[in-house]
């Protein structure tokens, strides 16, 4: 499948010889057969020394990094940004895979957002957050002290990977540059979106459901300079499968955050 200006694919990936002689110029190119929806990382990306007339084109791999695939990419073709967005709320539910892309040994769940809670709607897909937990004191025993109620506030999750939005975004752009107002569905809306949807263990999850219950969730949004390099790979030794997930209660909250020691 082809977008825009079309597909030029390479026989050799690796910086050879410039193609089709000339002078050349140096473009990012598909490492490997890229999925339409997935969220590219570096392992999906060379670059190569091409000549002839490209346009929207990429010189280096970390400016497409994070993006998403809004078509099939075969191997060894060049990547142009009308193949991309930076919302998958922009494709067409009909290219979406049957599953997520989630790593093994993780789970996605789906989180409440709102204009004070997420940032004003400025998170998007492939962004990190932070979560920041608030409640009284109470909720774990008596508080530090023993006097009175004490409010409490701990960042409890860093460095949680956004995969999906729903069911509203705003101001979402195409990777080459035109704003869009998108949703899941395809339909265009207005307005701040009500959920996110986050790649966490089976363990985190647990924990995540108990502060939503049970105290006032905030999100912080990550700086991109400090995003991870890659999203998670292999299953967390700490909670390798769904099943090492062993329940949650104000007790074992406390073990792990020692709010009571705040």
């Not at 789906?110 to 004191?137: C, F, K, N, R």
């Not at 002290?145 to 069911?167: C, E, W, Y």
Request: aromatic share 6%; glycine share 14%.
């Amino acid at each position: 499948m082809a977008a825009g200006a079309g597909v030029f694919l390479l026989g050799n990936l690796g910086g050879g010889a410039a193609i089709g002689g000339g002078p050349s110029i140096t473009v990012v190119v598909a490492k490997q057969a890229i999925p339409a929806r997935h969220q590219i990382t570096d392992a999906d990306l060379d670059t190569a020394k091409v000549s002839g007339s490209f346009v929207n084109t990429y010189e280096k791999p970390t400016d497409v990094r994070g993006l998403i695939a809004q078509i099939q990419i075969a191997r060894g073709v060049v990547i142009t940004s009308d193949m991309l967005a930076k919302d998958a709320g922009l494709i067409p539910l009909g290219s979406a895979p049957a599953y997520l892309p989630l790593a093994s040994g993780y789970v996605a769940v789906t989180i409440p957002t709102g204009e004070q809670q997420g940032v004003a709607g400025h998170i998007t897909l492939g962004d990190y957050i932070a979560v920041i937990a608030s409640g009284s004191g109470t909720l774990f025993g008596t508080p530090k002290g023993g006097q009175g109620v004490q409010v409490v506030s701990k960042t409890v999750f860093a460095n949680v990977r956004v995969i999906g939005l729903g069911p509203a975004s705003t101001n979402v752009q195409s990777a080459s540059g035109g704003t869009q107002v998108g949703t899941g569905t395809g339909g265009a809306v207005t307005g701040v979106t009500s959920s996110l949807t986050v790649e966490v263990t089976q363990c985190d999850a647990e924990y995540l459901t108990w502060f939503l219950s049970n105290m006032t969730v905030k999100y912080t949004l990550i700086s991109f300079h400090d995003y991870l390099q890659q999203p998670p790979s292999a299953p967390d030794p700490t909670c390798p499968t769904v099943l090492a997930a062993q329940g949650v209660s104000a007790k074992e909250v406390d073990a792990r955050y020692h709010f009571t020691a705040l």
